[in-house]
């Protein structure tokens, strides 16, 4: 377990790489030194692009739907930000390079660290699913601190934003956390920014508004608690259902787009549903909600389940770089950690 001395209060948000910070992303401002109206620039940050290398995010039919913006200043601005920011090909070695970028957040059990391949990635989205209380809004609350630890602690050295759409966020409950890790819990709070969520729609523009406020202050992680529920209340039955996969897919796509253009690590939990088709012979016939859609936006996906007591296993469901693996953690007062024996 991870335990430090309480006098060795931690400095936190030490900017002590703030030389590679300036690489991540281009400012919007930029675009002004190459020729275009500063007025324009205004209406893209209206819209929540802040930084060029989340324009080049965009489609050219989504900006022309920017109020003020024709198709060829659309194109113009286009052209500009091509100029500022490499959007082409590289090479393995520099993708190589690219990935060095990526920050790991310890989750306060070193056994689902190991599992992770050192701790929640960021630039990725992590999803984990499972029932109620198989300990993922638990993780969600650790991770809240252990991401404001600095980087040769495990932690990302950044803010933490929160999105909770089942109202289960309990600021009360990161104290007993962060005098786990020897933080002061004052400060920790301070350095959380959260919003509840109350219709799908409200959620989308609460991620939108995200990017003014990372494009200034290091943010290192987003959590959104559940990223599915509001989905499965505002659109019912059959009927509603492609629409419901429709917008699911937009507001997943701005995730990915976030944690790709502020290096920021998003973990989002999911519900399970019950699956009748899932036969005798399969022993838990149920599975993530969200569908095909969730299941390809996540870049890691984790399944939860309840162990005995206060024990707690994660199965490595599905990840481009861990092989399918299950490690055991137990939920503390002190948050999320080693399963003692």
Known sequence: ???????????????????????????????????????????????????????????????????????????????????????????????????????????????????LGGGIETSAITEAFGEFRSGKTQLAHTLCVSTQLPTSMKGGNGKVAYIDTEGTFRPDRLVPIAERFGMDAGAVLDNIIYARAYTHEHQYSLLLGLAAKMAEEPFRLLIVDSVIALFRVDFTGRGELAERQQKLAQMLS????????????VYMTNQVIADPGGGVFISDPKKPAGGHVLAHAA??????????????????????????AEAIFQITPGGIADAKD
Request: glycine share 8%; net charge negative; hydrophobic share 40%.
């Open 1 to 115: 377990m991870l335990a430090f001395k309480p006098e060795e209060q931690l400095q936190l948000i030490e900017r002590e790489e703030i030389e590679d910070e300036d690489d991540l992303f281009e400012a919007i401002d930029k675009l002004i030194s190459h020729g275009i109206n500063a007025g324009d620039v205004k209406k893209l940050q209206d819209a929540g692009i802040y930084t060029c290398n989340g324009l080049m995010m965009h489609t050219k039919k989504n900006l022309t739907g920017i109020k003020g913006l024709s198709e060829a200043k659309v194109d113009k601005i286009c052209e500009a930000a091509e100029k500022i920011v490499n959007f082409g090909y590289i090479t393995g070695s520099d993708a190589l390079l690219k990935r060095k970028q990526v920050v790991r957040i310890t989750t306060g059990s070193q056994a689902l660290d190991e599992l």
């Open 254 to 265: 701005r995730l990915i787009k976030i944690a790709e253009e502020f290096n920021v690590a």
């Open 299 to 324: 870049t890691i996906r984790l399944m939860f389940r309840k162990g005995k007591g206060e024990q707690r296993v994660c199965k490595v469901f599905d990840a481009p770089n861990l092989p399918e």
